[in-house]
């Protein structure tokens, strides 16, 4: 029997610059939404009032607001952190379904069902008329959130061991360059209101973020065009089915039925270290604005330049370090360069020191997510790559639906410092357990 690796090398240029393409138009259109937070919750109270489930939401949200002592910035806060964690808790539930699910059918067909039921998801946004029907686009969009995962198996199907996480990168490449290119398309078609040209359109749902969404909506079909089209299988067909595991029921049976050692420190490091990173992007432009009076364009300076930091690490620092180190000594590096960089970020007295830590935590970050995710992929067996990364990114998910609305609180009650120190003891937690990770068998 070939190995997955021989059975795929005919395929491998292509599918791996297929699965990169694939990877950035999807990302594109899932951070589109990020920028419109604050004027999504100003519309739909304008269009809902404070009755129904809106209302009810914020009531909700401003009474632990008000017993937390902050009213004036606090409510906002968390009503974009109840809506990500709702999306982040979908995607946490299912991740672990659909790599099982890729394991079992194939990557391609998988991929094909998650893309598709995404783009209905951002359909639905564009005929989001009313809160209730907005939410449910959220939801949807996150139980076929399993894209990145069945995507990251493809990459570990068409490399061989030495090489994975080298190419891992290309997917954190892939994930910053869509971060920082989907907020820009998000911010530019937000402009362009629909209702301001054709205002009884409004009794068909049309909003105004029916344009983004829109925008959203044609990536969609395009990434489908591309994967029918150029996407080949990259699981050998006698690898499929092949894992002793039993059809995933739940994403906690998952993650504790994973009897692993390595993955199993490896998930909990990549954990650690996601909650204290989501922490730094749910306050960073909060504590930017508070404490150096930065606009909004200064403030997307600061976010691009974070991003393009991450494109450049990932896409070319890491691949010349993992062809000297070892995967744990890479992602020890950028465990201790996150940690440093969280520091110099919450306690930042200057413009240059906010820069500097976030050109550290940019560098840490592009180190620790492709080190990790190859690590991950290399403690797994080949049949069973799409369930332990589908549990990877679920976990990821997790971290996604929990530390937005428990940062944005700490932020606001008890300041900056203390957030980021948190943060920062995490990460250097995430490091000290590193230490104990078993080397990969070859």
């Known amino acids: 029997m070939s190995s997955p690796s021989t059975a795929a090398t005919p395929a491998r240029p292509l599918s791996l610059g297929v699965i990169f393409l694939t990877l950035y138009i999807d990302l594109i259109g899932f951070s589109i939404i990020f920028p419109l937070g604050p004027d999504l919750l100003r519309h739909y109270l304008a269009v809902d009032g404070q009755s129904g489930l809106l209302g009810g939401l914020l009531e909700s949200i401003t009474s632990v607001a008000r017993a937390l002592g902050n009213e004036t910035h606090l409510p906002e806060v968390l009503f974009g952190g109840v809506i990500s964690s709702l999306f982040s808790l979908l995607q946490f539930v299912f991740a672990p379904f659909w790599g099982s699910l890729s394991d079992r059918r194939g990557r391609r067909p998988v991929l094909v069902w998650t893309v598709a039921g995404t783009a209905a998801s951002y359909l639905l946004w564009m005929v989001s008329g009313s809160f209730w029907l907005f939410l449910a686009a959220r939801l949807l969009a996150g139980a076929f ?84 089209a150029r996407f080949r299988e990259t699981l050998s067909p006698d690898l499929r089915g092949r894992s002793e595991t039993p059809r995933l029921r739940n994403p906690i049976g998952a993650i504790l039925g994973l009897d692993n050692l390595g993955a199993r420190r490896a998930n909990l490091v990549a954990f650690a270290y996601a909650l204290a990173f989501v922490a730094m992007e749910t306050s960073l432009v909060f504590l930017s604005a508070e404490r150096f009076d930065y606009t909004a364009r200064e403030n997307g300076m600061l976010m691009g330049f974070l991003g393009v930091c991450s494109i450049l690490t ?71 790559q799409g369930r332990v990364l589908g549990i990877f990114r679920s976990l990821g998910s997790l971290a996604r639906a929990v530390t937005p609305i428990v940062a944005g609180a700490v932020y606001w009650t008890l300041g900056a410092s203390v957030l980021y120190t948190v943060a920062a003891a995490l990460a250097a937690a995430a490091a000290l357990l590193s230490l104990r990770l078993p080397r990969p068998q070859p």
């Open 314 to 384: 990932q896409g070319i620092v890491v691949r010349k370090l993992l062809a000297r180190l070892p995967e744990k000594t890479v992602l020890i590096l950028g465990l201790a360069h996150s940690t440093a960089g969280l520091l110099a970020i919450g306690f930042a007295p200057s413009t240059g020191w906010l820069y500097l830590g976030v050109a550290l935590l940019a560098l840490g970050g592009g180190l620790v997510n492709p080190s990790t995710t190859g690590l991950i992929s290399l403690y797994a067996s080949a049949e069973e």
């Open 145 to 228: 959130g399993g894209n990145l995962s069945v995507a990251t198996a493809a990459v570990a199907d068409v490399t061989t061991r030495a090489e994975r996480s080298k190419a891992m990168g290309l997917v954190g490449a892939a994930f910053g360059l869509g971060l920082v290119t989907g907020p820009l398309i998000g911010a530019f078609a937000a402009r362009i209101n629909l209702l301001d040209y054709a205002p009884h359109l409004a009794a068909w749902g049309v909003n105004p973020f029916t344009v983004p969404a829109g925008v959203a909506f044609l990536l969609g079909l395009v990434n489908l065009v591309w994967i029918q």
